[in-house]
C-alpha cells in the first residue's frame, strides 16, 4: 500500500501480537484502514491493513477478504504488493503488506498526460504483473490508476486484489463469469451487458483504458449521466486524441475492442511494435528525476474542456461529486445519486415501501424501480426511475430521476418524502483522521 506523506511517523502505543507497532494512518477504504507499522523484532516498516470483523460480516464481504487474502498470498511478483502476513484478533483481521513509498499512479495523472515512453514504461510493468495473475488463474478485476502503486524507483507495484477471483470460482455452465463488479470508467462492454466474461479479457480492457490515460490524460468513455457512459463503452465508442503515435493508437484500438472474442491477447501486446519498444535506462529510476520530465507538457491546454481530475476521480469511483462544483444548488437537481451497502433487493424493498406509504405505483426489475404518482399535477402525474449499479457485490451506487411531471414536484418528493426514508441506507465514510479500528 502507498505512503501519502514523508513526515516522520510517531508510533502509537497500539502493538499487534506483539510483533507490529501501528503508527499513522495513510488511508482508508469502505471497509478497512491502513497504518504505517513496523516490525518490532526486525525493523522492517510495512503497511498494516485493518479490517473490522463486524462491519466485513455485516455486509456479506467475509469470502471477498479471504478471497484477497488467498490471491496475494499466490502472486508473487516484482510489480505486485507482497503479502507479508495475516494475523488476527477477535475483532480485527491484521494484513501486513509490503510498503510502496511512491504514492498512487493516478496521482501522476491528474498532473497531465504522460510522455509516451513513460505511459510504456508503466504499461509494461502492468501488462508482466497481470500476466503473471492470470497465469496462475487470477483475474484482477478492478484495474485501475488508483490500484497501481509506485515504489520509491518509480516501479509499478498492482495492489487491492479485493475484487479480485480464480479461474474456477463463480464460473457457470457457459465457463464464464457472472459477477458484475469492477468500477465504471475501466469496466468492460461484456460486464456491463451481464451476459458472462472471461476474466483474462476483461482486465485487458480496463488495460486499454488505463494505457489510453496515461497517454492522454483523461478517459477514453466520458459522460456525467452513467447510462450515457455505458452506452460508449458498450460500442467502443472513443477517439484517440492527435497526439497519440500510430503504433500505440493501434494497440489501443485492439484493446478496446468490445468484441472479447476479438480483442488482443497479452502474447500478442508484448509482441506488438509499440509495447516491444526498450525503456530508456534514465527511467529505471525516475522518481530520482525530475518531475516535469516525466510529462508531455507540449499542448498542455489541448485537452478535452470538459475532462479535468474532478471528472476522472467522480467516473474512476462511480459518484457524481459535481454538485461540489456547480453553481446549482443540490436540492435543485433533477437527479440524486447515492452509495449504499447491502443488495439490490434491499434498495428495491426500500423504494417500494416508500411508495406504499404516499401512495405511488410501483413497478420493479432486478436493478431498476419507476415510482408512478397517483394524483394528476402540474404537468400530468409525477414518474420517478431508480437504477440500481453494483459496484461489488454488496455496495451499489443508487441513481434517482424525474422520469415525467412537474421539476419542483419531484424536488419536493425528494425532499420531503424520499431522502428522509433512504436516509439511514446512504453510506457514510468514516473520517480519515478517525481512531483505529
Known amino acids: 500500500m502507498g505512503d501519502k506523506g514523508s513526515s516522520e511517523v510517531q508510533i502509537q502505543s497500539t502493538l499487534v501480537h506483539g510483533k507490529y507497532e501501528l503508527g499513522r494512518l495513510l488511508g482508508h477504504g469502505t471497509f478497512a484502514k491502513v497504518y504505517h507499522a513496523r516490525n518490532i523484532e526486525t525493523g522492517k516498516n510495512v503497511a498494516m491493513k485493518v479490517v473490522g470483523k463486524e462491519k466485513v460480516i455485516k455486509v456479506g464481504m467475509t469470502e471477498q477478504i479471504k478471497r484477497e487474502i488467498s490471491v496475494m498470498k499466490m502472486v508473487k511478483h516484482p510489480n505486485i504488493v507482497q503479502l507479508h ?7 480485527k483481521i491484521y494484513i501486513a503488506m509490503e510498503l510502496v513509498r511512491g504514492g ?30 492470470h497465469s496462475r488463474g487470477v483475474y484482477h478485476r478492478d484495474l485501475k490508476p488508483e490500484n497501481l502503486l509506485l515504489d520509491e524507483d518509480g516501479n509499478l507495484k498492482v495492489s487491492d486484489f479485493g475484487l479480485s477471483t480464480f479461474s474456477e470460482e463463480h464460473l457457470s455452465e457457459d465457463g464464464l463469469l457472472h459477477t458484475t463488479c469492477g468500477t465504471p470508467a475501466y469496466v468492460s462492454p461484456e460486464i456491463i451487458a451481464k451476459k458472462g466474461y472471461d476474466g483474462a479479457k476483461a482486465d485487458l480492457w480496463s488495460c486499454g483504458v488505463i494505457l489510453y490515460v496515461l497517454l492522454a490524460g483523461f478517459l477514453p468513455f466520458q459522460d456525467d449521466n452513467l447510462i450515457v457512459m455505458y ?6 465508442d472513443f477517439k484517440c486524441p492527435p497526439w497519440f503515435s500510430l503504433e500505440a493508437r493501434k494497440l489501443i484500438t485492439k484493446l478496446l475492442d468490445p468484441n472479447p472474442s476479438t480483442r488482443i491477447t497479452i502474447s500478442k501486446i508484448m509482441d506488438s511494435a509499440w509495447f516491444k519498444k526498450p525503456v530508456p535506462k534514465s527511467l529505471m529510476r525516475s522518481s530520482k528525476k525530475e518531475e516535469s520530465e516525466l510529462f ?3 499542448d498542455k491546454c489541448e485537452k478535452s474542456e470538459t475532462m479535468n481530475a474532478f471528472h476522472i476521480i467522480s467516473l474512476s469511483e462511480g459518484f457524481d461529486l459535481s454538485p461540489l462544483f456547480e453553481e446549482k444548488k443540490r436540492e435543485e437537481r433533477e437527479e440524486m445519486r447515492f ?12 423504494l417500494e415501501e416508500v411508495a406504499k406509504a404516499v401512495k ?9 424501480v419507476r ?3 397517483q394524483q394528476r399535477g402540474r404537468k400530468g402525474k409525477l414518474g420517478i426511475a431508480a437504477d440500481i449499479y453494483a459496484v461489488t457485490q454488496s455496495f451499489m451506487v443508487v441513481e434517482v430521476k424525474k422520469d415525467k411531471g412537474d421539476t419542483l414536484e419531484y424536488i419536493q418528493f425528494c425532499s420531503n418524502e424520499l431522502r428522509p426514508a433512504l436516509k439511514d441506507i446512504f453510506w457514510n465514510s468514516p473520517p480519515e483522521n478517525s481512531a483505529p479500528l
Open 371 to 373: 415510482l408512478q404518482g
Open 231 to 236: 452506452k460508449k463503452i458498450y460500442k467502443g
Open 104 to 133: 498512487e499512479l493516478f496521482n501522476k495523472i491528474v498532473k497531465g498526460r504522460l510522455r509516451e515512453d513513460v505511459a510504456r514504461f508503466y504499461f509494461q510493468q502492468l501488462i508482466s504483473a497481470i500476466d503473471f495473475c
Open 360 to 368: 405511488f405505483d410501483v413497478k420493479s426489475t432486478d436493478t431498476k
Open 339 to 350: 452509495a449504499t451497502a447491502g443488495t439490490p433487493s434491499s434498495v428495491i424493498s426500500r
Open 296 to 298: 508531455d507538457l507540449e
Open 85 to 91: 502476513e495475516v494475523m488476527a484478533s477477535k475483532s
